[in-house]
């Protein structure tokens, strides 16, 4: 198999994050959705990243999808996320403001590259879902005391948090500042794991 994407984004990295935890073997194509999206299009006809190539053709696109699938895979004892109950809903919750946090970072990063003259209405907007994911998912971990969001082991909720926070770190660092201690402290644990240093790739803004 294979996974289409680069590691700037927080989604794919998210998704090379649990396919090395998990264990699966993968070949990683680097290719951009900018400069490469005519590589991408027979795979993603959206030209989107992640998309992950199976052994037998099959493609999968998203990575809410792909971890399902990964989940499914490896089974319930193994799968980084509840089958069912609270938990599991707490833990989609989690998920789903860290990659709408990841989204609206990335969605930033494309006004302010791509317009020469940024529209303010749009940035603004951008920026106070920004600040309101941040500050929600600050509230969540300032409560916790354990090492993950759910106890002693990692999550999907954890990568995709540390994902996101590294990016919107990266890309708008006026916005994730010192009112963010505890989750500072979230992506530091995550991010110094063996998996986090292997997986990683600098920012660089989207080519033409």
């Not at 317009?115 to 409560?143: F, H, M, N, P, Y």
Request: hydrophobic share 40%.
């Amino acid at each position: 198999m294979f996974l289409i994407g680069q590691y700037d984004s927080p989604f794919v990295r998210r998704t090379a994050i649990a396919l090395k935890l998990y264990g699966f073997n993968f070949q990683h194509k680097p290719w951009s959705t900018f400069g490469d999206a005519e590589l991408i299009a027979p795979y993603n006809p959206l030209r989107r990243v992640p998309t992950l190539v199976l052994d037998d053709g099959e493609a999968l696109i998203d990575s809410a999808a792909i971890l399902d699938y990964l989940d499914e895979t490896v089974g319930t004892e193994r799968a980084m996320l509840p089958a069912k109950g609270q938990e599991r809903r707490h833990q989609f919750r989690i998920c789903a403001i860290a990659t709408g946090l990841g989204d609206k970072s990335v969605s930033l990063v494309y006004e302010s590259v791509l317009r020469k003259e940024q529209l303010k209405l749009w940035v603004d907007r951008c920026e106070a879902q920004i600040t309101g994911a941040l500050d929600a998912l600050e509230k969540e971990r300032s409560t916790i005391t354990t090492p993950y969001l759910f106890g002693e082991r990692i999550g999907h909720s954890d990568i995709a948090v540390a994902c996101a926070l590294r990016f919107t770190g990266e890309a708008h660092p006026h916005l994730f500042d010192h009112r963010y201690q505890a989750l500072k402290a979230h992506a530091e644990r995550c991010e110094a794991l063996p998996v986090f240093k292997e997986i990683v790739q600098p920012l660089a803004p989207p080519k033409g």
